[in-house]
């Protein structure tokens, strides 16, 4: 999973711990929001396991010849807008519609998207590599050219450049040793009319480094 390690929050002057700090005024509570319990199942279940475990590192490197697909996820939990780049979206149903991600404990952006009730996931093109890279790199102030974002008619931040993106709810928390893995209940999409599907090269990130996926790249149906 690609995550941003630092705070990646609209520039007002206050530091990190200030922002930790009125974040947990809001209710986080163990990475949660206050209307959406964390699930801590899975580590229970580990935690009951008597067998040896894959080392860290053998399984990073497992999955790093594994190729995923970039997005962007925003929010507002109410102290302005937030945004890290996510390389662990997939979608779980489409009746009813769920999409996943998973955020990184270690990532400072973490306590402001799960304090939020909402989320616009963008899934990105590799046109959109700049973003991606904006929204990955530490310290960087995302929403410093105000030019390249808006809000929608609900609040949320969205950036102009991702034509497909999703805004949905957060209906389920749930724990997964250093992560927290997020459950999005889908409520309305901007995406690509049939016609220009195929014009389309989404942006992947494989190997530590990102990847255009297009008809070059294509080799069966």
């Not at 199942?41 to 010849?65: H, M, Q, W, Y």
């Not at 410093?144 to 497909?164: I, M, N, Q, V, Y």
């Amino acid at each position: 999973m690609l995550v941003n390690d630092q705070c990646g929050r609209a520039g007002t002057g206050q530091s990190q711990q200030g922002y930790r700090e009125q974040a947990d005024m809001k209710g986080v509570v163990a990475m949660g929001v206050t209307d959406v319990a964390v699930d801590t199942t899975i580590d229970v279940a580990v935690a009951e396991i008597d067998e040896p475990g894959l080392d860290s590192t053998r399984f990073k490197l497992a999955f790093r010849n594994h190729a995923a697909g970039v997005a962007v996820v925003t929010a507002d939990p109410g102290s302005g807008p937030v945004a890290l780049t996510a390389t662990s979206v997939f979608s779980v149903s489409a009746e009813p519609p769920l999409l996943v991600f998973s955020l990184s404990r270690m990532s400072s952006s973490t306590p402001f998207i799960l304090a939020a009730e909402t989320v616009v996931v963008h899934l990105l093109r590799s046109e959109d590599l700049a973003l991606a890279r904006l929204c990955s790199m530490s310290g960087a102030d995302r929403f410093a050219d105000t030019t390249a974002w808006e809000r929608l008619d609900t609040g949320e931040p969205r950036f102009h450049s991702a034509h497909t993106w999703v805004r949905g709810r957060i209906v389920h928390l749930l724990d997964a040793g250093g992560s927290v893995v997020v459950v999005v209940h889908a409520l309305e999409a901007s995406t690509p009319g049939e016609s220009d599907a195929e014009s389309v090269h989404p942006l992947v990130y494989h190997n530590r480094q990102w990847h255009e996926l297009s008809e070059i790249s294509r080799i069966g149906e």
